[in-house]
Nanobody
Framework: QVQLVEAGGGLVQTGGSLRLSCAPS????????MGWYRQAPGKQRELVAV???????NYADSVQGRFTISRDSARNTVYLQMNSLKPEDTAVYYC??????????WGQGTQVTVSS
């Protein structure tokens, strides 16, 4: 079973930056979209950003202009550059891939904590 492995979370002060990465542990064929979601304590998981195979991106309003999603198709890796971080960005961040056949893969999550 292929898993997604995330890295890059941690503790940062308000206004700081972090870069998350996500890569599969094995081969996933026909990846269509790669995305990042987050879940704060007591809240539902929400979309942060997504990128298609053609490079089209979509962001949550709350991160527009501060976060940038990108992908390395050769390595099937997706990144999330997070700048100007705020305490309300504190959450567990998950990556998610979708592929042909409506297959979905999730990462195990990485904690991002922004101190005020």
């Amino acid at each position: 079973q292929v898993q997604l492995v995330e890295a890059g979370g941690g503790l940062v002060q308000t206004g700081g930056s972090l870069r998350l990465s996500c890569a599969p542990s094995g081969t996933i064929l026909g990846i269509m979209t790669m995305g990042w979601y987050r879940q704060a304590p007591g809240k539902q998981r929400e979309l942060v950003a997504v990128i298609t195979g053609g490079g089209i991106t979509n962001y949550a309003d709350s991160v527009q202009g501060r976060f940038t999603i990108s992908r390395d198709s050769a390595r099937n890796t997706v990144y999330l550059q997070m700048n100007s971080l705020k305490p309300e960005d504190t959450a567990v961040y998950y990556c998610k891939y979708t592929s042909f056949g409506s297959l979905t893969y999730w990462g195990q999550g990485t904690q991002v904590t922004v101190s005020s």
